[in-house]
Every structure is written in structure tokens, then in C-alpha cells.
């Protein structure tokens, strides 16, 4: 049997709709038939072959994360049934097929159901957002109620589920965008700061009397980093998933605080941890469920003909959300 993907022949080159082999799920995976694709700003770094962490041999079809409905199980596979809704963060890497195709077989440990109260288009959104902040507010920094949060980029695809998983456990939680994001991060439940009108010093002044956040989140990297290890707290923490490049470690080290790395990839990359992910969907589950945890999604419409445009609307700055791909 056939189905109809994007693939991608040459890096950088156009995503050309093409019949492929449907595949079929092996032990352990379940065969998907892919409802939403959501996008990341990753997979435009895939697809220009810049993403040397995430390197995928061509030709390649494109998609991290997914949202669907069971087609059908491999041998060994008792959690998941065909008709079962379900949500991950499943392939476009290390050689894994995208969810850029009408059915993917994918490992079931990284599944987790869908929220009944979110629409597919809502789920295929979170997933790569949740499994970044989840690793990094619970798995690294383990936050504790009513310690002071800092999401850094808090407007942003990983940024706003950050804020509300903060939100949720419990902690006071404060987040950076640009002026036109304000109320954003409201509607999220931050306080807003402005951080192109606000040096570290102040907004730590006026929002923590100085003293400095428990924990500072970084969606950004770069500078913002260093604008981190700035605002954290004496023996508070930093994570980060854009670690990369030279930072100097000398404010963090003399307020003794700490910092973890967040690499959202290295279990679908090694075939590691994969039980944890779909462990942290099950989360992302109980959270929307109780309308504690909803993706913010661009209202635009794409679908398998019309990629081209989702990857424009990704790269041109004008996405009001993260963009979702509608496969079925």
C-alpha cells in the first residue's frame, strides 16, 4: 500500500509531495495514521542540513512532532489499540520518518492519548514544547511551589508551555518577550517583563528585590543566556536547551548557582529513554485535561500541498503560535 508524504531529495531544496511505501509497524511500534503535524523551528535548521545534532540522511521526510489515530500495532505492543487517539514527539531525525506523511510507524513508548480536550491540531503542537520544559522545570530543576520562575522568551513555542507548566506546579512565574507579546504572557499567567526596555538589574529589582529568581528558563540562548546567569539566585538554578556556543560562567559561579542542559532529541536520537517521553505526554495529558496546559497555535491553515508556505510562515516571523501542518 502506498501514502502520500513531503520528502526532501537535497538539503535546502524544495519539499516535493511523493507516494511512498506505507510502512508497517514493527515490534514495539504502532502505525499512526498522521492527523496534524506540528512545525518547529528545528526542522527548518534539518532541512538546510545546519542542525548537526539532528543530522537526517537524505531523502528525508520532515515532522518532530505528530498527532493522529492508531491504525494498527506491531507485535508486543498491549498499551495502544487501533482507534486510540494519540500525541508524540516521534521522528524527523537520526533517520526516523517525519510526520510531514499521511501514516508513520513510530515507537509506542513515545506515544502518550490525546487530550480529549484538545483538538488534533492543539496536540500535534506540545509535544516537543512539553518534553523540553518537562526535562528541564521537573527532570533538572525540580520546582518546588511557590519558588520564583523566570522563562526567558516566554511568547514563544517552548516559552508559553514552559510558563504554564510553571504555572501549574505551583511557582510564581515571571517571563521576558518583546513589547508586542505583553499580553501574551499575561494571558498565560506571567508577569510580563519587556526586556528590550529593562536591563537584568532592574527587572530583577522590581521582581525580586534583588535577590534573584530559583530557577531562570532559556528558550533564546546566546546573549540571553548570559542574561541568565545574571538574574538567577545565590544556589539557584539555570536550564537552557540553546546552551551552546562560549559563555562566561563567572556570574553563575558567584552566586554558586547551578545549570543543566536540555538536549529534547537524545532519546529519539539513541533509542534511550524513550519510555520517559511518553511518560512526560501522559503528563502533558493529565495537564490539559484539567485546562491547566494548552498550546497557543497560529490560526493559518497548511496541509501536504501547501508545506511550502507552513516553512515560510515558520522563517518570516509573522507565526502567531506554533504552525501546524493538517495531514488527514
Same mark, same amino acid.
Given at each position: 500500500?502506498?501514502?502520500?508524504?513531503?520528502?526532501?531529495?537535497?538539503?535546502?531544496?524544495?519539499?516535493?509531495?511523493?507516494?511512498?511505501?506505507?510502512?508497517?509497524?514493527?515490534?514495539?511500534?504502532?502505525?499512526?495514521?498522521?492527523?496534524?503535524?506540528?512545525?518547529?523551528?528545528?526542522?527548518?535548521?534539518?532541512?538546510?542540513?545546519?542542525?548537526?545534532?539532528?543530522?537526517?540522511?537524505?531523502?528525508?521526510?520532515?515532522?518532530?512532532?505528530?498527532?493522529?489515530?492508531?491504525?494498527?500495532?506491531?507485535?508486543?505492543?498491549?498499551?495502544?489499540?487501533?482507534?486510540?487517539? /494519540?500525541? #508524540?514527539?516521534? *521522528? =524527523? %531525525? $537520526?533517520?526516523?520518518?517525519?510526520? @510531514? !506523511?499521511?501514516?508513520?510507524?513510530?515507537?509506542?513508548?513515545?506515544?502518550?492519548?490525546?487530550?480529549?480536550?484538545?483538538?488534533?491540531?492543539?496536540?500535534?503542537?506540545?509535544?516537543?514544547?512539553?518534553?523540553?520544559?518537562?526535562?528541564?522545570?521537573?527532570?533538572?530543576?525540580?520546582?518546588?511551589?511557590?519558588?520564583?520562575?523566570? /522563562?526567558? #522568551?516566554?511568547? *514563544? =513555542? %517552548? $516559552?508559553?508551555?514552559?510558563?504554564? @507548566? !510553571?504555572?501549574?506546579?505551583?511557582?510564581?512565574?515571571?517571563?521576558?518577550?518583546?513589547?508586542?507579546?505583553?499580553?501574551?504572557?499575561?494571558?498565560?499567567?506571567?508577569?510580563?517583563?519587556?526586556?528590550?526596555?529593562?536591563?537584568?538589574?532592574?527587572?530583577?529589582?522590581?521582581?525580586?528585590?534583588?535577590?534573584?529568581?530559583?530557577? /531562570?528558563?532559556?528558550?533564546? *540562548? =546566546?546573549?540571553?543566556?548570559?542574561?541568565?546567569?545574571? !538574574?538567577?539566585?545565590?544556589?539557584?538554578?539555570?536550564?537552557?536547551?540553546?546552551?551552546?556556543?562560549?559563555?562566561?560562567?563567572?556570574?553563575?559561579?558567584?552566586?554558586?548557582?547551578?545549570?543543566?542542559?536540555?538536549?529534547?532529541?537524545?532519546?529519539?536520537?539513541?533509542?534511550?529513554?524513550?519510555?520517559?517521553?511518553?511518560?512526560?505526554?501522559?503528563?502533558?495529558?493529565?495537564?490539559?485535561?484539567?485546562?491547566?496546559?494548552?498550546?497557543?497555535?497560529?490560526?493559518?491553515?497548511?496541509?501536504?500541498?501547501?508545506?511550502?508556505?507552513?516553512?515560510?510562515?515558520?522563517?518570516?516571523?509573522?507565526?502567531?503560535?506554533?504552525?501546524?501542518?493538517?495531514?488527514?
Amino acid at each position: 500500500m502506498s501514502m502520500q508524504a513531503v520528502v526532501l531529495s537535497r538539503y535546502n531544496g524544495p519539499l516535493e509531495l511523493t507516494s511512498l511505501v506505507r510502512p508497517e509497524p514493527a515490534r514495539g511500534e504502532v502505525l499512526v495514521r498522521v492527523a496534524a503535524s506540528g512545525l518547529n523551528p528545528l526542522d527548518t535548521k534539518i532541512r538546510a542540513g545546519s542542525a548537526g545534532h539532528a543530522k537526517h540522511p537524505l531523502p528525508l521526510v520532515l515532522g518532530i512532532d505528530m498527532a493522529g489515530v492508531v491504525e494498527s500495532v506491531g507485535p508486543g505492543v498491549s498499551a495502544f489499540k487501533p482507534g486510540d487517539e /494519540v500525541y #508524540g514527539m516521534t *521522528g =524527523g %531525525v $537520526g533517520g526516523i520518518q517525519g510526520s @510531514l !506523511a499521511q501514516y508513520a510507524a513510530v515507537d509506542a513508548d513515545l506515544l502518550a492519548r490525546k487530550p480529549s480536550s484538545l483538538s488534533m491540531r492543539e496536540a500535534a503542537a506540545l509535544p516537543l514544547a512539553f518534553i523540553t520544559s518537562y526535562s528541564g522545570i521537573v527532570d533538572r530543576a525540580n520546582l518546588q511551589v511557590g519558588q520564583t520562575v523566570l /522563562v526567558q #522568551g516566554g511568547a *514563544g =513555542g %517552548v $516559552g508559553h508551555v514552559s510558563v504554564q @507548566l !510553571a504555572r501549574a506546579l505551583g511557582a510564581k512565574v515571571f517571563a521576558t518577550a518583546s513589547g508586542g507579546n505583553q499580553d501574551v504572557l499575561v494571558q498565560f499567567g506571567a508577569t510580563p517583563i519587556d526586556y528590550a526596555t529593562q536591563t537584568v538589574e532592574q527587572y530583577v529589582g522590581s521582581c525580586t528585590d534583588g535577590e534573584g529568581f530559583d530557577l /531562570v528558563v532559556d528558550t533564546v *540562548g =546566546g546573549t540571553t543566556l548570559d542574561a541568565s546567569f545574571a !538574574a538567577v539566585k545565590h544556589f539557584g538554578h539555570v536550564v537552557s536547551a540553546l546552551g551552546w556556543g562560549t559563555h562566561a560562567l563567572a556570574p553563575l559561579s558567584f552566586r554558586e548557582a547551578t545549570y543543566s542542559g536540555v538536549f529534547t532529541l537524545h532519546a529519539l536520537l539513541s533509542g534511550k529513554g524513550r519510555a520517559h517521553h511518553g511518560e512526560m505526554m501522559r503528563k502533558a495529558t493529565l495537564l490539559a485535561q484539567a485546562g491547566k496546559l494548552a498550546p497557543r497555535v497560529d490560526p493559518r491553515r497548511f496541509d501536504l500541498a501547501s508545506v511550502e508556505q507552513a516553512y515560510e510562515a515558520l522563517s518570516d516571523g509573522t507565526a502567531q503560535g506554533k504552525i501546524v501542518v493538517d495531514i488527514a
